[in-house]
């Protein structure tokens, strides 16, 4: 598994993957796009509401609400997929924090399973100033 990607700001990105593990890279966009991790969506949320969503902001390549086997009601979190960094940062900065079915919204990249919440290598610092320089841009 690659333990990071390259961010077309210059650098690697500790902790930052691509869904399925595969790390981005050329420019940002690797084989399987840039994973967003998306956070307390309600029980009802259905995956054409996260392509409505994220879809504004650029390519969208797949979305995925994880689901109770049993309920099929949705567990609280999903996946959407999206080719461009840049595209995929504007969409983290516009969707963290919006309410959707009384819920707010927690938007993230997805962070490899072995990544420290806490600081550390990767602790999410190199995010952080990677989505403020793309906002600065514009």
């Given at each position: 598994m690659d333990g990071g990607s390259t961010s077309p700001f210059g650098g690697a990105l500790p902790g930052l993957v691509g869904c399925n593990g595969a790390g981005g890279g050329g420019g940002g966009a690797g084989a399987t796009g840039w994973c967003l991790f998306v956070y307390n969506l309600a029980a009802e949320t259905e995956e054409n509401?996260?392509?409505?969503?994220?879809?504004?902001?650029?390519?969208?390549?797949?979305?995925?609400?994880?689901?109770?086997?049993?309920?099929?009601?949705?567990?609280?979190?999903?996946?959407?997929?999206?080719t461009n960094y840049d595209e995929a940062l504007m969409a983290i900065a516009a969707n963290n924090?919006?309410?959707?079915?009384?819920?707010?919204?927690?938007?993230?990249?997805?962070?490899?399973?072995?990544?420290?919440?806490?600081?550390?290598?990767?602790?999410?610092?190199?995010?952080?100033?990677?989505?403020?320089?793309?906002?600065?841009?514009?």
């Amino acid at each position: 598994m690659d333990g990071g990607s390259t961010s077309p700001f210059g650098g690697a990105l500790p902790g930052l993957v691509g869904c399925n593990g595969a790390g981005g890279g050329g420019g940002g966009a690797g084989a399987t796009g840039w994973c967003l991790f998306v956070y307390n969506l309600a029980a009802e949320t259905e995956e054409n509401v996260l392509w409505q969503l994220f879809g504004p902001f650029g390519a969208v390549q797949s979305v995925k609400v994880v689901r109770d086997p049993a309920t099929n009601k949705c567990k609280g979190f999903g996946f959407v997929t999206m080719t461009n960094y840049d595209e995929a940062l504007m969409a983290i900065a516009a969707n963290n924090g919006y309410q959707l079915g009384g819920r707010v919204l927690q938007v993230s990249f997805k962070k490899s399973k072995y990544q420290s919440s806490s600081g550390g290598p990767g602790g999410g610092a190199g995010v952080d100033g990677a989505l403020a320089a793309a906002i600065a841009r514009l």
